[in-house]
């Protein structure tokens, strides 16, 4: 009698293609904040909300915007008409380079700070502060750079936001981290700061990766989803997961958003 499949026998090739694909996603360049490397690789489910066109529509009214943590000011650059006055905040060197040399030429200016208080700006320098995915939002600072009438307009990440590919590395995650980034939390500490929320929504998102090159890209480049990941420290449970894709098919994901929209009273 012929012997059972073994479910965990490694396919022919299997190994090769691991290494293949594994190399290839850890030697890529992940600056700025475009996936597009993971076109054919993996979906991510988008919101129904539509952040870069209403963002743009915002933009389009305002005389002097603010928009922080740009990534590679990938976003910013996508909007038809930026105000008279347009600035942008970014950390992380090689970002700033990619958002300069994408929004100098539209007359925007990008300036290098940290993603802490305080902001460089005045009081009441801008009547629209925008942000996309911010690690951190600082309300006291929000609230204080924006004009009577201002608004503040931001598309983030919510709570347990792809956890299932977290907790595949990291193990269960204690309630605490879990339900971070709640968007009503995000409510209470903009109206603590002064400001009226005059729009909050939430969705989750399903997210499917294809294949294990797709897993160490996004790791890499979100960095703060598995802090400290190297394909050398995780290499077993991504030898692990490759040999669940290639006899299973996607590893199935869900990422949760919420927007969120806060005027400072005239």
Same mark, same amino acid.
């Given at each position: 009698?012929? /012997?059972?499949?073994?479910?965990?026998?490694?396919?022919?090739? $299997?190994?090769?293609? +691991?290494?293949?694909?594994?190399?290839?996603?850890?030697?890529?360049?992940?600056?700025?904040?475009? +996936?597009?490397?993971?076109?054919?690789? &993996?979906?991510? /489910?988008?919101?129904?909300?539509?952040?870069?066109? /209403?963002?743009? %529509?915002?933009?389009?009214?305002?005389?002097?915007?603010?928009?922080?943590?740009?990534?590679?000011? $990938?976003?910013?650059?996508?909007? @038809?008409?930026? !105000? !008279?006055?347009?600035? &942008?905040? $970014?950390?992380?060197?090689?970002?700033?380079?990619? &958002? =300069?040399?994408?929004?100098?030429?539209?007359?925007?200016?990008?300036?290098?700070?940290?993603?802490?208080?305080? #902001?460089?700006?005045?009081?009441?320098? +801008?009547?629209?502060?925008?942000?996309?995915?911010?690690? =951190? =939002?600082?309300?006291?600072?929000?609230?204080?750079?924006? &004009?009577?009438?201002?608004?503040?307009?931001?598309?983030?990440?919510? @709570?347990?936001?792809?956890?299932? #590919?977290?907790?595949?590395?990291?193990?269960?995650?204690?309630?605490?981290?879990?339900?971070?980034?709640? !968007?009503?939390?995000?409510?209470?500490?903009?109206?603590?700061?002064?400001?009226?929320?005059?729009?909050?929504? /939430?969705?989750?998102?399903? =997210?499917?990766?294809?294949?294990?090159?797709?897993?160490?890209? +996004?790791?890499? %480049?979100?960095?703060?989803?598995?802090?400290?990941?190297?394909?050398?420290?995780?290499?077993?449970? #991504?030898?692990?997961?490759?040999?669940?894709?290639?006899?299973?098919?996607?590893?199935?994901?869900?990422?949760?958003?919420?927007?969120? $929209?806060?005027? %400072?009273?005239?």
């Amino acid at each position: 009698m012929p /012997a059972a499949p073994d479910d965990n026998a490694p396919l022919p090739g $299997e190994a090769a293609r +691991f290494e293949a694909l594994v190399t290839e996603a850890d030697t890529v360049c992940v600056a700025g904040w475009d +996936f597009s490397w993971l076109d054919g690789r &993996a979906t991510e /489910a988008r919101p129904s909300w539509g952040y870069a066109r /209403a963002m743009g %529509k915002r933009m389009g009214r305002a005389r002097a915007a603010l928009d922080i943590q740009t990534g590679g000011g $990938e976003v910013l650059a996508s909007v @038809p008409r930026l !105000p !008279p006055l347009t600035v &942008a905040t $970014e950390s992380w060197p090689p970002n700033i380079a990619r &958002a =300069t040399a994408l929004l100098h030429p539209r007359g925007a200016v990008v300036v290098a700070d940290a993603d802490e208080p305080p #902001l460089p700006f005045g009081d009441a320098a +801008f009547d629209l502060v925008v942000s996309r995915h911010p690690v =951190t =939002t600082w309300w006291e600072e929000i609230a204080r750079v924006l &004009a009577p009438g201002g608004t503040y307009f931001s598309q983030q990440v919510g @709570p347990a936001s792809v956890f299932e #590919l977290v907790e595949y590395f990291l193990g269960p995650q204690p309630p605490q981290v879990r339900g971070a980034r709640d !968007p009503e939390r995000a409510r209470a500490d903009a109206e603590a700061a002064g400001l009226d929320v005059v729009g909050l929504r /939430a969705e989750r998102l399903r =997210t499917e990766f294809f294949d294990i090159g797709a897993v160490v890209y +996004f790791l890499r %480049k979100v960095i703060w989803m598995v802090p400290g990941f190297t394909v050398a420290e995780y290499r077993p449970r #991504l030898a692990e997961l490759h040999h669940r894709l290639e006899t299973e098919g996607p590893f199935v994901a869900h990422t949760t958003r919420f927007l969120i $929209e806060a005027r %400072k009273p005239g």
